[in-house]
């Protein structure tokens, strides 16, 4: 963007978009929190408002929807309970249901697919249990006609103060996963690609961008903590090392910011 005003112009006046897409998408898919998939697309929007060029002449609503779905997206596949060999013999076996479906005119039974399809009934029965749990994809059509009315929930409302943080936040992320986010966010590089690049599986970059955005909603916790409560950690490292990572932020931060985080360093 050319000034850090207007970066931060479009940022406010999008977040309502992040609060939409955070409940539309945790609606289909409520194995994710809502908070996660909010704090997710607001890192998105934040890194969009950055990288966007209003010269290519699509809108900054557009252009951030999608790099907001594409994160949603990318912490659906991370948290996915199912491994690609199942996502396939779901597609199949449902398939074959819904053909022999419109065939008979009415729904096909367990036995009638298992006989088509020559496998055992129960392995028919339990493909067709996961489908029902399956979500809708995250590149539905429905989810791209949105209207920017609904307020974002409290929890992702990074205004202000809290893009200064989330700026604190990402750099003194560990090295490898501060590469991930800014690689993922930033450039808008494939997965694949980062992986290749950091000799690790798709699933290992997945995971470290994860457990990235779980540190960075905990600072962001941490600094607008009401009261003398502790926050809830959401990131999986020991305490040791999440101690660690806020020192770091209290490091390099000014006093203002610092003085939060230093509370919670190591002595």
């Known amino acids: 963007m050319s000034s850090r005003a207007e970066r931060n112009r479009l940022v406010e006046a999008n977040l309502p978009l992040v609060g939409y897409l955070a409940a539309d998408t945790h609606a289909r898919a409520t194995h994710i929190p809502r908070e996660e998939l909010a704090a997710v697309g607001a890192l998105a929007l934040v890194t969009a408002a950055d990288a966007y060029d209003p010269a290519l002449g699509v809108p900054f609503g557009a252009y951030a929807r999608r790099r907001i779905l594409g994160a949603f997206a990318d912490e659906m596949r991370s948290m996915d309970w199912a491994s690609r060999g199942i996502r396939k013999r779901i ?53 791209r006609d ?18 200064e943080v989330l700026e604190h936040a990402i750099a003194a992320l560990p090295e490898r996963m501060r590469r ?72 390099a931060s000014g006093a203002r910011i610092g003085e939060v985080f230093r509370t919670a360093a190591p002595a």
């Open 180 to 251: 991930i986010v800014l690689a993922v966010y930033i450039e808008e590089r494939p997965v694949k690609e980062i992986a290749e690049e950091l000799g690790v599986t798709h699933s290992a970059v997945s995971q470290q961008r994860s457990e990235a955005v779980r540190l960075l909603r905990d600072a962001l916790d941490r600094y607008f903590a009401e009261g003398t409560v502790e926050p809830v950690a959401s990131t999986r490292i020991s305490p040791a090392a999440r101690d660690a990572y806020f020192g770091r932020i209290a490091a």
């Open 91 to 143: 597609k199949e076996t449902v398939a074959v249901r819904d053909t022999l479906t419109a065939a008979l005119g009415r729904t096909a039974t367990v036995t009638e697919v298992a006989t088509a399809m020559g496998s055992p009934r129960e392995a028919v029965s339990e493909a067709l249990a996961d489908a029902a749990r399956t979500v809708s994809t995250i590149d539905d059509p429905a989810a």
């Open 146 to 163: 949105l209207v920017a009315d609904v307020p974002l929930p409290e929890e992702s409302a990074l205004v202000g103060e809290r893009r």
